[in-house]
């Protein structure tokens, strides 16, 4: 427990700045259950599309927790470094200020840098939430994770800018961007999946959304996130 609050308290002084800090998130009981390959070079196809699929997934059901559907969530770049500043507000325009839905403070903005955001930012958030008395559960904050990752597997299946051209060297990024990109490649090309996420099924998405939300649901199972509800 000792070790635990420490770690926490180098997250939250230096936003997982350093990669020693967000490669030891990676071996949490949490994560580390997932079996996701840890030694996996995606192909830069699936790179590109990884990176554009984050570069497109905003975080508003991850604030739209214990059935408040109706939050609205504002960001505001900081323009003295990296980061983004949330605030979220409520059906009536209040504030948010419980501990589960509230805006905080990410360290790389989503849309600007969406790997480092979710080594920095997500991965610490799935792990322990936003505060010591946040009432959600991993499996909770996951499966709302999960469905703004929706907004962004489909914003690259109807994409009119996605550029395959863009050359990704994976092996000089640090192990916590790698470590993302294998998490991502488990979740969006397993292998196992029946209906894959591919060039020659892009166009049935397009037209078929059951056909999308049969390859969907994929995602939610592998990480038993099916039965969640609010």
Known sequence: MKKMLI????????????SGDEELLWNHDMIDSIEFNREYTPSNYELNVIYYVLLNTPEINTHRMKG???NTVYISADDEGTGCREAVYNANGDLVTNSYNKGSYNYYCYNEYPIK?????????????????????YDERMYHYILDLDFGIQSYIFSEDFDND???????????????????HYMIFNTDYLIKLEDSNLVQFRNDSEFYYDYFEQIQNILGLSFVND
């Open 7 to 18: 770690l926490l308290l180098l997250i939250l002084l230096t936003g997982c700045s350093q």
């Open 68 to 70: 408040e559907f109706e």
């Open 117 to 137: 955001h979710f080594s920095a930012d997500v991965l610490p958030w799935l792990i322990w939430g936003n505060s010591e008395d946040d009432s959600t559960t």
């Open 166 to 184: 863009n050359v990704i060297n994976f092996k000089e990024l640090s192990t916590a961007e790698q470590m993302t990109y294998r998490f991502l």
